[in-house]
Nanobody, 128 residues
Framework: QLQLVESGGGLVQPGGSLRLSCAAS????????VGWFRQAPGKEREGISC????????YTAGSVSGRFTGSRDNGKNTVYLQMNNLKPEDTAVYYC?????????????????????WGQGTQVTVSS
C-alpha cells in the first residue's frame, strides 16, 4: 500500500526551527520527483519546495527562499523540509507529495500543485 507519512510538525515560537520528514512506503522515491506544499486556513495550497528524482533540479517558492530547504534521501526513501526563522505566516498544514519523474518540471509541480501522491499533512503552528 502506497503511503507518504509526514512527521515533525508542532508548535514553535517565531524565529524557531522545525524539520519535517516524509517517509514513503509502497513506492521507491528514486523514481519520483517530490515536493512540499502547505495550506493555511482560508488560503490556497502553495507549493514551497520541489526536488527532482536525483536532486538535480530544485524549485523553492519566494515566500520561503533563504529560510526553508528541501532535501531527500533516496536510500532512506524519505524527504525532508528544514524550516528556519519561522514566522507566524508560516502557520499551515504541510503536505509532502510525489510525482512520477519526468512528468513535468519541478517548478511546474510546485506552481501547479499537481502530484500523483499526497501525504495526510502535518500541522505547523508558529506563535508566541
Amino acid at each position: 500500500q502506497l503511503q507518504l507519512v509526514e512527521s515533525g510538525g508542532g508548535l514553535v515560537q517565531p524565529g524557531g526551527s522545525l524539520r519535517l520528514s516524509c517517509a514513503a512506503s509502497g513506492i521507491n522515491l528514486r523514481y519520483y520527483d517530490v515536493g512540499w506544499f502547505r495550506q493555511a486556513p482560508g488560503k490556497e495550497r502553495e507549493g514551497i519546495s520541489c526536488i527532482s528524482s536525483r536532486s538535480e533540479n530544485r524549485y523553492t517558492a519566494g515566500s520561503v527562499s533563504g529560510r526553508f530547504t528541501g532535501s531527500r534521501d533516496n536510500g532512506k526513501n524519505t524527504v525532508y523540509l528544514q524550516m528556519n526563522n519561522l514566522k507566524p505566516e508560516d502557520t499551515a498544514v504541510y503536505y509532502c507529495a510525489a510525482n512520477s519523474k519526468g512528468d513535468r518540471t519541478v517548478q511546474s509541480m510546485c506552481v501547479s500543485k499537481v502530484a500523483g501522491y499526497w501525504g495526510q499533512g502535518t500541522q505547523v503552528t508558529v506563535s508566541s
